[in-house]
Structure formats: structure tokens, C-alpha cells
């Protein structure tokens, strides 16, 4: 198994879920999280003065699935994810020694 880890712009979210359901996968978790990459932040006006914002607003996504699923989850997420503009966002694969699902205790791929 592996976690699939994605920060995106928030106005995809809803590409990346129905192309993540599409390939069959039936749950995932969200943040709202703010940080900074390579763009560091962005520039804002208010009130007619221009600053250097310091955290931008992003969603983080993680599903954790099997490993066949892996490369098509990574695929759709850059595909409805990108914009070609700066600040799209990262992807990161991680491997998940186990998962239990706490009310059945299943163990497993059976947990996920």
C-alpha cells in the first residue's frame, strides 16, 4: 500500500476527486493548509499598496490504496491538477506498513 499525498490550488479540487473516484477509489481526506514553495507567496494589493503575501492557500489531499493503483492516481492527479502556472502544487508517494479500520479491525487492503 502506499499514501498518495497531493497539495493542489483549491479551485481543482473537484477535478481531482471525480478523477480519483473514476478509477475507483472510495475515499481520501482534505486539509485546508497555507504555505509557501519556490513562488514564496504572493503578491497582494490593499488599499492601493502592493505586499509580498506570505502563505498561499492550498488543499492537501491523501488517499491511501494500493500499490496497482499508484501511477493512474498520480497520472490523473497532474493532469486535473495542473494549470501551467506557478505554484500547482507537489505530489508525494509514501508506503503505508499496514492500515486498520478501528470499528471492524480489519487489517490491511481489506481496511482501505
Known amino acids: 500500500m502506499k499514501k498518495v499525498e497531493a497539495i493542489i490550488k483549491p479551485f481543482k479540487l473537484d477535478d ?6 473514476a478509477l475507483g477509489i472510495k475515499g481520501l ?3 485546508e493548509v497555507k504555505g ?9 494589493v490593499y488599499r492601493g499598496a502592493e505586499y509580498q503575501g ?16 499508484v501511477s493512474d492516481a498520480v ?16 505530489i508525494f508517494i509514501i508506503p503505508v506498513e499496514n ?13 482501505i
Open 16 to 21: 481531482v476527486k471525480e478523477g480519483l473516484s
Open 29 to 31: 481526506t482534505l486539509t
Open 36 to 44: 509557501f514553495g519556490r513562488q514564496r507567496g504572493h503578491r497582494e
Open 54 to 69: 506570505r502563505l498561499v492557500s492550498k488543499i492537501k489531499l491523501e488517499v491511501v490504496m494500493e500499490d496497482e493503483l
Open 75 to 90: 497520472r490523473v492527479i497532474q493532469e486535473k491538477a495542473k494549470t501551467g502556472q506557478i505554484g500547482d502544487g507537489k
Open 99 to 111: 492500515a486498520i479500520r478501528i470499528r471492524t479491525g480489519e487489517t490491511g487492503k481489506d481496511a
